[in-house]
T-cell receptor, first 111, second 116 residues
């Protein structure tokens, strides 16, 4: 089993839709969590960190469920410009730090 | 926000030659940097973890003698693709971990390598 797994994609949604991605992690020593966005032929860029209490940034809401070991990203009122690949990233403390990337979920928002 | 710079952004080289790609953290020190490769329409693939002052840790299946990594300072890691072949043509991306609250990862802009 992979240490970090994401929903298989692609997700095809119409503009204005609400879409949610999940990312599960297997290591209970996972300590910090992030969502990144990667546009085609570009590097990933930090979208938001995920805090234990959940956090919101405009149309984007990230949540962490430690008991079930997953994080989620909710996008409301999808825009065409939201089309991208969304990566979850987990830092695991194992003496030092280990950083694990999910494989990414592709989102296509269509008019 | 933190900045990671990667150079060159594009490089074309002849088969059999070596190419060096640099990754610099511009406004923070990074004990740990990462190197990835990404083929078109595929996921990022972690190649190796670069540790300042020590040997890099390579992922399974990545040839350490072909992809040489040197992390000589807290702000610079280099990836050298030795004896490049056309199948090495890819998008190479580095990232650096900014230590502190959250240990956030910041990515370089990536380097497109074409081997002809």
């Amino acid at each position: 089993r992979k240490e970090v797994e994401q929903d298989p994609g692609p997700f095809n949604v119409p503009e204005g839709a609400t879409v949610a991605f999940n990312c599960t992690y297997s290591n209970s020593a996972s300590q910090s969590f992030f969502w990144y966005r990667q546009d085609c032929r570009k590097e990933p860029k930090l979208l938001m960190s995920v805090y234990s209490s959940g956090n919101e940034d405009g149309r984007f809401t990230a949540q962490l469920n430690r008991a079930s070991q997953y994080i989620s990203l909710l996008i409301r009122d999808s825009k065409l410009s939201d089309s991208a690949t969304y990566l979850c990233v987990v830092n695991i403390r194992t003496g030092g730090f280990k950083t694990i990337f999910g494989a990414g979920t592709r989102l296509f928002v269509k008019a | 926000g933190a900045v990671v710079s990667q150079h060159p952004s594009r490089v074309i080289c002849k088969s059999g030659t070596s190419v060096k790609i640099e990754c610099r953290s511009l406004d923070f020190q990074a004990t740990t940097m990462f190197w990835y490769r990404q083929f078109p329409k595929q996921s990022l693939m972690l190649m190796a973890t670069s540790n300042e002052g020590s040997k890099a840790t390579y992922e399974q299946g990545v040839e350490k003698d072909k992809f040489l990594i040197n992390h000589a300072s807290l702000t610079l890691s280099t990836l050298t693709v030795t004896s490049a072949h056309p199948e090495d043509s890819s998008f190479y991306i580095c990232s650096a971990r900014k230590e502190g609250a959250g240990n956030t990862i910041y990515f370089g802009e990536g380097s497109w390598l074409t081997v002809v």
